[in-house]
């Protein structure tokens, strides 16, 4: 079994920062990749930065610049630096990680339940 958990959500004003975690456990073998979604209201879940495991990064146009995304790799834990957040920035914060594992060696996707973000004016 894998699991997948975010942490790090809360409530900031806006030009201020958070940095988010998710950490994958369970049987591990390697994760192939790992990537940050988020959820607007009334919005649809969109991609908003993707680290792979060769280590390339991948942004949404709207966080570029702003939002950086990291791993460690012996915690099995990626992070998302978010900086000057803006309001248009509130959503709950999805991670996804493709996971190699014994019962699954040639990866499976695993969602986070997710960690509300909210930015005030």
């Known amino acids: 079994q894998v699991q997948v958990a975010e942490s790090g959500g809360g409530s900031v004003q806006a030009g201020g920062s958070l940095r988010l975690s998710c950490a994958a456990s369970?049987?591990?073998?390697?994760?192939?990749?790992m990537t940050w979604y988020r959820q607007g209201p009334g919005k649809q879940r969109e991609p908003v930065a993707t680290?792979?495991?060769?280590?390339?990064?991948n942004y949404a146009d709207s966080v570029k610049g702003r939002f950086t995304i990291s791993r460690d790799n012996t915690k099995n834990t990626v992070y998302l630096q978010m900086n000057s957040l803006k309001p248009e920035d509130t959503s709950v914060y999805f991670c996804?990680?493709?996971?190699?594992?014994?019962?699954?060696?040639?990866?499976?996707?695993?969602w986070g339940k997710g960690t509300l973000v909210t930015v005030s004016s």
């Open positions: 680290l792979t495991s060769g280590g390339s990064t």
């Open positions: 996804y990680a493709v996971v190699e594992s014994p019962l699954h060696p040639h990866g499976m996707g695993y």
């Open positions: 369970g049987s591990i073998v390697s994760i192939n990749g």
